[in-house]
């Protein structure tokens, strides 16, 4: 087995299994359930909301391509972070994105595991079957170049495959049996009020940001996050159409599962449930190789055990590990009462929404251009507002910057 540093990563991914890759990474269970919890709260409007949601997410998606076109590397957001305006910020933004995820995505896991359960039957605890959905998520992001590129496609694939393929199907037995009739928005401030709700399903490009030297190509990146968007927006704006067309009547936590029930009874039940951990498995497996690009780069700042840098096969494999683990430790954690989903979603959220305010100042900083300033106040406005709805919100980022200040002159010590 061949071990090198850190410095030696080469991007493998081409265009498509970069965007398979950057699509596993946004799209999550939320697309099973959001659009009939929407749909339960404004009616035909539920597309509207959607489409909102995909404009608003637009600044972001932009802000994350110009910076990753421009500076590729996988210490992403924290390294623009840095490139603007130093070490303290850059530390900053990596704290804040490895709360987000270390959170976060533990959080997603137990959700799936919900979903195996139903798939399977089975009666094992939930948390011990979240612990296993990670721990496969990340032997598939132990692979390295081609090996990578096919397990994206393999995993990746598929899940959208058949995400794509149920709705598709579902959708052409609505408008045979409803026919198909949209009307102009009804409500412009309900819409409004459910954009908070909608929003943190189209999260995940900063993550992507991480994957932008996993390119053979630099260019790709760009590329790639481009065409993810459009399948994304596509695949969300698709389920609240056929939310809108099948006009669900109950079950609104479920409204595939809903939908397919009333335009085709004889549907398995086990559909809603498969695609649920098809789709959770694709996103951990995503975000764990994402992630792991972060802590590979920490490990090369020397903010992390450079032990953590070295790479196998061209895979970094220790920072898989460590990945893993630590997602492992947050799945324990909430299992004995130290943390629960709901408090974990929550600060996974606030610390997202503090990683783009840094990235939009990082990018008048670092480009300074009148668009960049655009983009910069279109992340920032409603940014802010958000984090200082609650006081909740700016103490745990308050915090959070305090251990960076700390953490930040203890490394310039050593």
């Not at 933004?93 to 959170?103: P, W």
């Not at 979903?115 to 296993?132: I, R």
């Not at 694709?282 to 055990?305: D, H, K």
Request: aromatic fraction near 10%.
């Amino acid at each position: 087995m061949k071990d090198e540093s850190q410095g030696e990563f080469k991007g493998q991914l081409g265009l498509a299994s970069g965007i398979l890759l950057i699509v596993t990474i946004i799209l999550g269970s939320g697309i099973l359930v959001l659009p009939g919890l929407v749909f339960e709260k404004i009616g035909r409007d539920v597309i509207y909301a959607w489409l909102a949601c995909s404009l608003l997410s637009v600044p972001i998606l932009t802000t994350m391509v110009v910076l990753g076109s421009a500076y590729p590397n996988t210490g992403g957001v924290a390294y623009y972070a840095k490139l603007a305006f130093g070490q303290y910020p850059e530390l900053l933004v990596a704290l804040l994105f490895l709360g987000a995820t270390l959170l976060g995505l533990p959080s997603i896991a137990i959700v799936g595991s919900a979903y195996l359960q139903k798939l399977t039957g089975s009666s094992v605890d939930v948390h011990l079957l979240a612990a296993l959905l990670i721990l496969l998520a990340a032997f598939f992001a132990l692979s390295g170049g081609e090996t990578l590129s096919s397990g994206v496609r393999l995993v990746g694939g598929s899940s959208l495959f058949l995400l794509v393929g149920a709705l598709f199907a579902i959708i052409v037995l609505a408008v045979r049996a409803n026919g198909v009739g949209f009307s102009r928005p009804s409500n412009f401030s309900s819409i409004a009020g459910q954009i908070p709700l909608i929003f943190f399903s189209f999260t995940g490009w900063e993550i992507a940001s991480h994957l932008s030297a996993d390119f053979r190509n630099p260019k790709n990146f760009g590329r790639a996050m481009f065409f993810a968007f459009v399948l994304v927006c596509s695949a969300y704006v698709g389920s609240a159409a056929l939310v809108h067309i099948a006009d669900i009547k109950a079950n609104f936590n479920t409204p595939i599962f809903q939908a397919a029930a009333q335009v085709a009874p004889s549907a398995p039940g086990w559909l809603v449930p498969l695609l649920g951990v098809s789709l959770i498995a694709a996103n951990l497996f995503g975000s764990v190789v994402a992630v792991s690009r972060l802590v590979l780069y920490l490990s090369g700042r020397r903010f992390l055990p450079a032990s953590l840098g070295h790479l196998s096969n061209g895979a970094p494999r220790n920072s898989v590990y460590f990945v893993a683990a630590s997602l492992v430790v947050t799945v324990v954690c909430d299992r004995i009462g130290l943390l629960d989903i709901e408090m974990m979603f929550s600060l996974a959220g606030t610390n997202f929404i503090a990683v783009y305010v840094i990235s939009a100042i990082a990018l008048v900083r670092l480009r300074g251009a009148l668009v960049a300033w655009l983009l910069a106040a279109a992340i920032l406005i409603p940014s802010v507002l958000i984090i200082f709805s609650a006081a909740s919100s700016v103490s745990y980022i308050a915090s959070t910057a305090l251990i960076a200040y700390f953490l930040n002159n203890r490394t310039r010590l050593i």
